[in-house]
């Protein structure tokens, strides 16, 4: 298995630094390219929003306290 390629994060899952680079370079130059499908984009966005709104109403629910003063501070 050779460390610092695409194929090795993809095929082999290997999260070592030099195959995360590659990966992360590979995808740069697909964004730049415009080669990134842009529902992608709005479906990764949207699950975002979903994880931020779901966190957001954990802590209401469980920590009203925490929740009083994240609200304080924002106002």
């Not at 992608?40 to 779901?54: D, G, T």
């Amino acid at each position: 298995m050779k460390h610092g390629s695409r194929s090795t994060y993809v095929h082999y899952k290997c999260r070592c630094e030099e195959c995360r680079a590659a990966q992360a370079a590979y995808q740069r130059e697909m964004y730049a390219a415009g080669k990134v499908n842009a529902n992608y984009k709005n479906k990764m966005n949207k699950l975002s929003r979903k994880r931020q709104q779901a966190a957001a109403r954990w802590v209401k629910e469980n920590r009203g306290d925490v929740w009083q003063e994240i609200c304080q501070i924002v106002s």
